[in-house]
């Protein structure tokens, strides 16, 4: 079997590292209140998840979903 060398390659490299972040690691990092980052959470289309009693975003997930643009007067959770 033959690898490919890597500038052949046309791929996005992730890193395999997950990190999941947490309510009060996400407001301490964003600064903002925990408060406001519990309604994130609490959006449907917010890609957390219950981690027993915690819940909890990866970071690629995080990534992606604070690069697209995000309207409140567009997104019916935030009205």
Not at 29 to 35: A, F, K, P, Q, T
Not at 43 to 65: C, M, Q, T
Request: no cysteine; aromatic share 12%; glycine share 2%.
């Amino acid at each position: 079997m033959k690898l490919q060398n890597t500038k052949d390659m046309d791929q996005t490299v992730i890193s395999s590292e997950v990190h999941f972040y947490t309510i009060e690691q996400l407001a301490k990092m964003l600064g903002w209140s925990e408060n406001t980052v519990q309604k994130l959470f609490n959006d449907p289309n917010f890609p957390s998840a219950d981690f027993g009693r915690s819940k909890v975003v990866e970071s690629h997930a995080l990534i992606d979903y604070f690069s697209k643009k995000h309207v409140k007067a567009r997104e019916r959770y935030w009205r």
